[in-house]
């Protein structure tokens, strides 16, 4: 009985992760298009100037 209820409680500890994960990746990608953005914009600015 006690190795069903681990089995149980296993899925929902690993769906958490993913869900922490899910954020990590989320605040990754926008951090790597906020540079994306200001990168672009600088060198605009160079190739104009």
Do not use: C, F
């Amino acid at each position: 009985m006690s190795t069903n209820t681990t089995q149980i409680e296993s899925p929902t500890e690993s769906n958490d992760d993913d869900d922490d994960d899910n954020h990590v990746v989320d605040a990754a990608e926008s951090y790597i298009l906020h540079w994306n953005e200001r990168s672009r914009k600088l060198l605009l600015h160079e190739l104009e100037g």
